[in-house]
């Protein structure tokens, strides 16, 4: 099942994606906007991780797709089902069109997934403190900021605090609600 928003339709990652992974995962200036980090990754690396987490159930990356071209990744990690609960983040590539909504329809599309199909009732994200573009995204969509964590993220020679981000089920249906209002 592919999960639609109202622009971007959003797919199990295929074989195919793992050149666009590959270019993304080795962009520096994607790099430093992102909470993980990597090593200078390979081809054969790449497709290796892809084999590895195809069959993990607690944690799922999607395709982000518009026009049904790869624009990105979606994700939902460390699902936990007794507490119904995971962590969400995306990353578009610089193929992905700017100001046009594609970051606010990926993220509804996955919190309609998440809350809706999945039955989940938290999801959790953060980003970089400097990352504004996707801390106004996150507030856009409705998601709270619960904190900071200091100084946790070690990129460029240089500490990097953290923000924490969360949405609840009810809070999604609640702008739901509103979006239908309107």
Known sequence: ??????????????LEDMDF????????NMESLVIGW?????????????????LDN????????????IIGIATLTKIDWK???????IKL?????????IGTDTVFAIMKYAFEELQLNRLAGSMLKHNTASIKLYEKC?????????????K???????????????????IKGDLIGK
Do not use: C
């Open 142 to 154: 409705g998601w709270i900021q619960e904190g900071v964590a200091r100084q946790s993220i070690f």
């Open 21 to 28: 992974l590959l270019e993304t995962i080795n962009d520096p």
């Open 93 to 101: 590539g610089n193929n992905a069109p700017k100001g046009q909504g």
């Open 38 to 54: 990597s090593f200078p990754t390979s081809r054969i690396q790449q497709n290796l991780w892809f084999e590895k987490i195809m």
């Open 83 to 89: 507490n119904r609960s995971a962590y969400h983040g």
């Open 156 to 174: 460029n020679n240089e500490y990097h605090d953290e923000i924490l981000v969360s949405i609840l089920k009810e809070d999604y249906l609640r």
């Open 58 to 69: 607690a944690n799922h990356r999607f395709a982000v797709t518009l026009n049904s071209n």
């Open 1 to 14: 099942m592919n999960i639609h928003g109202e622009k971007v339709i959003i797919r199990s990652l295929e």
